[in-house]
């Protein structure tokens, strides 16, 4: 089985605090990203990487850097922290392939609870 | 205008139910149409897809797309309290490559013993 590890299940942190959040896959998976679920919103993709080094926005970059140094993981930074960044957030990962629809196909960790105070 | 609409629900039914559960998508390219489920303090995960227009059976689950209506289902047959979740409805262009995948808000079920 795939697995996504998030590091922290839940998290508190204070306005204005570098937050940096941790994400390991074990499947050799090529894209890996991060998205924000917040009630009524559903999930937002914040950034994406498709390889070791690489990165692209997604739609609501703004408040957030990635870091991608290896394969199996992927870090999701908060520059600095505001209560309007406290979220799930939500590691995924998957196959880069040509047949469809590995692409599409995301293997998801089990979140972390932010808290921005 | 949301590009993929679902109705939040809540939704509660009893065990031995069948569930209907729906969205509706503005985007044409739209190929690729996948339900996630997630269960409470977990991340979501893949319980169907479908490829274009049709219908795709698994167990208990159908999933149904009509591209014409851009609507797509999710029935879920005798239902059972173990199915209490949300269900995501999820959507893609899936022409090759990397494409952005859409999400629904979700579907809130509880179904009772």
């Known amino acids: 089985d795939v697995k996504v590890t998030q590091s922290s299940r839940y998290l508190v942190k204070r306005t204005g605090e570098k937050v940096f959040l941790e994400c390991v896959q074990d499947?050799?998976?090529?894209?890996m990203f991060w998205y924000r679920q917040d009630p009524g919103l559903g999930l937002r993709l914040i950034y994406f990487?498709?390889?070791?080094?690489?990165?692209e926005k997604g739609d609501i970059p703004e408040g957030y850097s990635v870091s991608r140094e290896k394969k199996e993981r992927f870090s999701l930074i908060l520059e600095s922290a505001s209560t309007n960044q406290t979220s799930m957030y939500l590691c995924?990962?998957?196959?880069?392939?040509?047949?469809?629809?590995?692409?599409?196909?995301?293997?998801f960790g089990s979140g972390t609870q932010l808290s921005v105070l | 205008q949301k590009e993929v609409e679902q109705d939040p629900g809540p939704l509660s039914v009893p065990e031995g139910a069948i569930v209907s559960l729906n969205c509706t998508y503005s985007?044409?390219?739209?190929?690729?149409f996948m339900w996630y489920r997630q269960y409470s303090r977990k991340g979501p995960e893949l319980l169907m897809y479908?490829?274009?227009?049709g219908n795709k059976e698994d167990g208990r689950f159908t999933a149904q797309v009509d591209k014409s209506s851009k609507y797509i289902s999710l029935f879920i047959r005798d239902s059972q309290p173990s199915d209490s979740a949300t269900y995501l409805c999820?959507?893609?262009?899936?022409?090759?490559?990397?494409?952005?995948?859409?999400f629904g808000t979700g579907t809130k079920l509880q179904v009772i013993p």
């Open positions: 990487s498709y390889d070791v080094k690489m990165k």
């Open positions: 995924a990962s998957s196959l880069f392939g040509t047949d469809l629809p590995d692409n599409e196909k995301l293997f």
């Open positions: 479908t490829y274009s227009s």
């Open positions: 499947m050799d998976h090529e894209n």
């Open positions: 999820a959507m893609s262009g899936g022409s090759g490559g990397y494409q952005k995948v859409t």
């Open positions: 985007n044409s390219a739209f190929q690729y």
